[in-house]
């Protein structure tokens, strides 16, 4: 389970983070839509430990994950599957992780062939396809199946079979009882991935609650979106 | 502490999972070769020139300094390896999946720390081995004589042990800076600046300056005995700077910056200030703390 509570984040004078709080339950896929620059990235990091907050709690399974006993266990995440050394081989970015957290090498076999890169495996990382780079982080969040998982933007780059398998996948770990929270700026990519969302515009939440409630009122789902994240311009949501 | 070593392990996944490793390596071998090819050639081609009767009692007197001293250059590759090892992390953006693989920061900056000591103190051996190998065939027959140079009492054990822990600290030193920097191109500046820029500025000032103002030599000539390019030169026992002790029992400087006889401040050059090896051995002990604090907490404290 994810809790956000109060947090806020400035970059000097950028506010990027402006008290937020939310929660993303075991069992479901939470969805974390807004548009670009809203803050969601910076949400993921703080929650991953990745960056330090100004003020406010963020909390995975009760607490930070940086205090957590078995980390790999705990969370995991993909912010950027770029973020990767590309002369390394796919099987050793993924060994680096196993090595680190002593999980088993078969797990890394494993999860190879569940995004589809086995015969990969010995490929240097830089000669992949965007859409490899995106199965390969998500490989790397799986390794040590996680409680918890944070993708950002996961769908980006995958073409139409990927999404469908991306969101099948997650559809099955939620099953299992494990915390989804994945990222979005396009609502339509999602919609039929997640069962709660939060929507975030300018370091703000403006929404959270069920899919199926949150668009009472509107003629559309994405009518809903573009009217909640809309401040007077939504210029800056249709550029993302 | 088994966590720990899993992420020793992880690091070390890392390192050898690199070709840039490997270069290196191979460079610093290259690095050990080239010394004793230097010293070999000279011993075969000029004995006269640096004072020996003959070959052999050239090599015999080189003993097994032929074999390790090629440590102060192969430091360059490692401390290369060393700056590489973090600064890719950054360039790559790999140090977020490092991070959420071990968020605790603290066992990532000491886990990587241990990995580029290990691997620069063993290849400083391994190093010395293969060019003791290399070194065989050339000195088993030299004017009848077999001058092969076997490690004979503790100073030549304590070459063999010893140099390659200043491959070791130098490493760990650039290390710690390319944790402060992130960068490969600031910390590789910061090393050439500090162990070959600086100590001859402060060598040159040194002479210079007592000349003119004895206390502007005297600061000169101080900084320079503080200075990591001498301190850690501690840990080099065969080189003829920080290790060479004269009749006080005080460990010289280096020793080009003292020839100048004809001046007519000699009398205050001889004077020369310098640290002991202990106590180089101690300054080396507290630059690498210095730095290590400083580069755990900004490692510590940064985002990402
Ligand atoms: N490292 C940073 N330095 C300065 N500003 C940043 C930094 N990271 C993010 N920001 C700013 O914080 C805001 C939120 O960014 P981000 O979390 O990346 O948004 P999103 O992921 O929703 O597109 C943006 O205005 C962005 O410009
Ligand atoms: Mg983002």
Redesign the pocket.
Known sequence: MIEVKNLS?N??H????DSISFVAHAGVVTGFL????????????VLLGL?SSDSGTAYIDGRPFGKSPNPSRTASGLLDSKAALGSRKAKDHLLAVAEANNIAKDRITYVLELVGLKNDAKRQIRTFSLGMYQRLGIAEALLGDPHNLIL??PMNGLDPEGIKWIRDLLRQLAKAGKTIFL?S?ILSEVQQTVDDLVI?SK?RVVKTGKLSEINQGFSSLEEAFISLTDDNSNIEYKA? | MNKFLYVCKSEFVKLRSIKVTYACSIIALLCYWLIAAGVIILGFTSPGTVGKSNTASFFVDAGFNLVVSGAGTAVIAVVILAILLMSTEYSSGSITSTLIATPNRTMVFWAKTVIIFIYSYVLGIICSILTWLVCVPFMINVDGQNVIPYPNGLADWAMFFGNPLYMGFVAIFCYFIAVIFKTKAIPLVTYFVLFFILPSLLAVATSTAYQINQIVGKVANVCLAFAPSETFKAFIFSNEGAFVTNSNDNLLFTTKQISVDDLPANKLLSQVFSLTHISATVVTILWLALLCILALNIFKKR?I
């Open positions: 984040k970059f000097g950028q506010k990027a983070l807004g548009p670009n620059g809203a803050g969601k990235t910076t949400t993921m990091k960056i950002d933007e990222s700026h975030i370091g993302g | 985002n």
